[in-house]
């Protein structure tokens, strides 16, 4: 019996509300920019990445784990507050910033108020102090109002002595693509454009090849960051009393990853470590959304989790399973448009709201990406295979439908199989119904007036830093505003 009995125990363990850990644990969060989940324990071969294999090894790896918005501020704004970005009108990228600002509607609390209500000290920093301004939050990026005194301080350290904290630690990860010159990292250890094996939809080119290398080096930085915040939590010796979860805000920077649905946007790493309360190596296939970790997080805090939250929690009685997760794309900085995704457990179903505009709408962020310029310049030069043309086309499918099982690259649209029928209509009913039941904000166009206060903004701001992009970028305006009064 006594083997029964151990199987028995851990299963209950993994899904097991705390006991160990104490009523009011320490709670870390973990976020990284713009990766997706090219760690060896996700099975990353061109790289190892010990310290979050060992993470993970010590808790549960999501392998099914996706954004809420494959961009950073809609993302974030759903992770602090546990709901849709779509739902609380946060959906805009970089919204909310020029002279009309945004709010949280009443009944939303985000997480850092609900946790400093029970009593814990709330910080938020990032994974290297800036010795000028050692008192700076770490990056917030929200698309609403928030209070001055959201955060307590940038250091959990500086809380009271037996107080409870919720740290946040903002790591740069894939925007730190030029860190392969870094002493931190040995010159043994670092990738090679030679090593790197591209996904299909992308030109197999020296320039693509490069900067590959150079992400797959900021994983490596990763890492290393991450290992000393896990030694820092020891140091101290907290660690058997933290939570600490691992995550990303979307997935890699690149022409199908952020901003886009398909899984190099969406799909990220998740990691939780519990001790005492999620069994260690324990591997879970279930869909989960990143704003399931704000539910969870009050879960294991004891606090009561709102009622109109969207996010779940993920362990113990409260847990409820999804049977897929929806994504949702609207504006990204000057570029107006609206795409939905639904991510069942074989299926994608991708809605283009504006399937007579490119897949890459000019865009000065991305547009001025050494990769985004090649494949630009290859595509003029007819170097590009029907499967990676797609990027440059002038227009797109209004619905992208694909059997991940058998097509894990997203490169056969189903949408017009016939045998596929019943399931893309399944599909599209369910994102349907996700419009109505979450009241989607995207349904409604943005405001003129908010989208001119906010470019007022994005232009200010970059007229100080790169005013080399202000003509590119009024163009682009300009563009946007023409597509949108043709119908577009």
Not at 294 to 315: H, N, Q
Not at 375 to 384: F, H, P
Not at 407 to 417: G, R, S, V
Request: aromatic share 8%.
């Amino acid at each position: 019996m006594k083997p029964l009995l151990h199987i028995l125990t851990a299963l209950l363990l993994g899904n097991a509300p705390l006991f160990a850990l104490s009523d009011q644990p320490n709670i870390v969060w973990i976020v990284v920019e713009d990766m997706s989940d090219h760690f060896s324990c996700y099975g990353e071969t061109t790289i190892q990445t010990p310290n979050v294999d060992k993470l993970a090894s010590e808790g549960a790896l999501f392998e099914n784990a996706f954004v809420t918005c494959p961009v950073c501020s809609p993302s974030r704004s759903a992770m602090i507050t546990g709901m849709y970005q779509t739902t609380i009108g946060a959906h805009q990228h970089r919204s909310g910033r020029g002279e009309i600002r945004i709010h949280l509607p009443e009944h939303i609390s985000t997480i850092p108020d609900l946790l400093k209500d029970a009593g814990y000290y709330v910080t938020n920093s990032g994974a290297k102090v800036n010795p000028k301004k050692p008192d700076a939050i770490g990056k917030t990026d929200y698309n609403f109002e928030t209070a001055d005194d959201l955060y307590d301080g940038n250091d959990w350290t500086q809380r009271e002595e037996g107080q409870p904290f919720f740290a946040q630690y903002q790591l740069a990860g894939g925007k730190n693509r030029a860190v392969r010159s870094n002493e931190l990292l040995p010159a043994d250890q670092l990738p090679t454009a030679d090593q790197v094996k591209l996904p299909p939809y992308y030109p197999d080119d020296a320039v693509l090849r490069e900067d590959w290398a150079d992400y797959l080096a900021s994983v490596l930085l990763v890492d290393h960051e991450v290992g000393k915040i896990l030694a820092k939590l020891e140091a101290e010796n907290v660690a058997d009393n933290t939570v600490v979860v691992f995550l990303t805000d979307h997935g890699i920077s690149h022409a199908r990853g952020k901003q886009f649905m398909y899984e190099e946007g969406i799909k990220v790493p998740l990691i939780i470590r519990a001790p005492g309360a999620v069994e260690p190596g324990t591997r879970r296939t279930d869909l989960v959304a990143h704003i399931d970790l704000s539910a969870t997080s009050l879960d294991f805090a004891g606090v009561e989790i709102p009622e109109s939250m969207e996010g779940r929690p993920l362990f113990g009685d409260n847990a409820n399973p999804r049977d897929f997760v929806v994504s949702a794309r609207d504006r990204c900085d000057e570029t107006m448009d609206r795409i939905r995704s639904v991510r069942t457990a074989k299926y994608k179903y991708i809605r283009n709201f504006h399937p007579e505009r490119p897949h890459l709408q000019p865009n000065a962020y991305k547009d001025n990406k050494p990769i985004i310029a090649r494949i630009r310049e290859l595509g003029a030069e007819g170097k590009l295979n029907e499967l990676q043309s797609r990027l440059v086309a002038e227009t797109r499918p209004m619905e992208e439908f694909y059997d991940l099982e058998a097509d894990p690259w997203e490169t056969n649209n189903l949408a017009k199989d016939p045998k596929l029928r019943g399931e893309l209509r399944k599909h599209r009913l369910l994102l349907e119904n996700w419009i109505v039941e979450t009241q989607d904000a995207g349904q409604t166009p943005e405001d003129p007036k908010a989208y001119n206060s906010d470019m007022a903004e994005y232009l200010k701001g970059l007229k100080a830093r790169r005013p080399e992009r202000l003509a590119e970028i009024r163009k682009n305006i300009r563009q946007q505003k023409q597509w949108l009064a043709e119908g577009k």
